[in-house]
């Protein structure tokens, strides 16, 4: 009897370790599961904080993200350029500048270390001509948009933020047309563009005189509604299709041949497909580029779905690419030869 009790014990004891082995297993599996179901999350991304300056006599505002990026030294920095934005709602929304946000690019700049700076349209669109509405100061004087978004970038150097070298810059739509503006200038600090679903007026050819040609990509939808793929004639004048502002850049650059590559169908559902077509025999190696969204609307594309009725109104959205991730990838080949 004894003998049966001790084996029992025996028995016990290992049910009990085995218990506690299991138990142990069970705990590290669920911090296994933990830690993975947090790496499918989105990386957080700091609210940024907003900086201004006096020009022209007013407080021009921007929005800046992961400053910590240049906490031992110069950073890269990525100058991006919102689309058209309400007057009323733009100023409302001084203190934040939340509505000129763009998170995926926020988001981009965290993962892979660079500073994102967000300039503002003092009330929401850009100057990209005389004669547009809410261009103007108080005083009848027009906003100095270029002189504004250089003195913002002049700004980041004398603080020690902004690698000279890889200072870059992007924008959508009105934002988009304004980049080339700005990349026009002979006095342009940007290494790179990517020009995002926008357009470029036909009277900036004329005018366009760059101290050296700046490496450019365009992201195009060829359903766009807003700003047309094939260009259209407005009251201000012809906008150019976007296969000619991709002609006036290659010969900017001096190309002499293409290479096209239609890229994996990550949703089939979405209607649409991307073409990559770079162009070769540059003077700059891949200085000039395309994603040509067959199908795409002016919804710049990305893995966040947008809401049907913006699809109604703007044309079709791709979901095949992220469109701020292939922003940093095309700019961070580049740096600027001083």
Same mark, same amino acid.
């Given at each position: 009897?004894?003998?049966?009790? =001790? ?23 669920? =911090? ?36 910590? @990026? ?14 058209? =934005? ?33 300039? @503002? ?218």
């Amino acid at each position: 009897m004894l003998v049966l009790l =001790r084996s029992f014990a025996a028995l016990g004891k290992k049910y009990v370790y085995k218990m506690a082995i299991d138990e142990v297993k069970m705990e590290i599996l669920k =911090r296994v599961y933990i830690l993975f179901a947090l790496s499918l999350l989105p990386v957080s991304v700091s609210f940024g904080q907003v900086e201004s300056f006096i020009f022209q006599g007013v407080d021009r505002q921007y929005r800046i993200h992961n400053e910590q @990026a240049a906490s031992e030294g110069t950073a890269p920095v990525v100058v991006h350029l919102h689309g058209l =934005r309400n007057r009323e709602r733009m100023e409302k929304g001084r203190e934040t500048l939340d509505l000129i946000g763009w998170k995926p690019l926020e988001e981009t700049a965290v993962k892979n270390g660079f500073v994102l700076v967000q300039p @503002a349209a003092y009330w929401g669109q850009w100057n990209l001509f005389t004669g547009l509405d809410n261009t103007r100061l108080d005083n009848g004087e027009e906003f100095d948009d270029i002189g504004y978004v250089f003195g913002v970038v002049d700004k980041l150097i004398r603080e020690g933020l902004a690698d000279r070298k890889r200072i870059y810059v992007s924008g959508i739509s009105d934002g988009a047309t304004m980049l080339v503006r700005l990349l026009c200038h002979p006095d342009s600090p940007f290494a790179a563009a990517v020009h995002l679903v926008g357009s470029m007026p036909e009277s900036y050819q004329q005018d366009c005189n760059p101290a050296r040609p700046t490496p450019f990509m365009a992201i195009a939808g060829t359903t766009d509604r807003i700003l047309f793929y094939d260009g259209r004639i407005y009251p201000y004048g012809r906008s150019l299709s976007i296969p000619e502002l991709m002609e006036f850049w290659r010969l900017k650059h001096g190309c002499t041949g293409q290479a096209y590559e239609l890229l994996p169908d990550r949703d089939p559902d979405d209607s649409s497909r991307v073409v990559s077509i770079t162009w070769n025999g540059c003077t700059i190696d891949g200085a000039v580029k395309q994603l040509r969204v067959e199908g795409g609307g002016h919804a710049v594309p990305g893995f966040n779905p947008v809401p049907d009725s913006r699809r109604e109104r703007w044309g079709g959205h791709n979901r095949d690419i992220e469109s701020a991730v292939e922003v940093w990838k095309f700019v961070n080949k580049f740096t600027m030869s001083l």
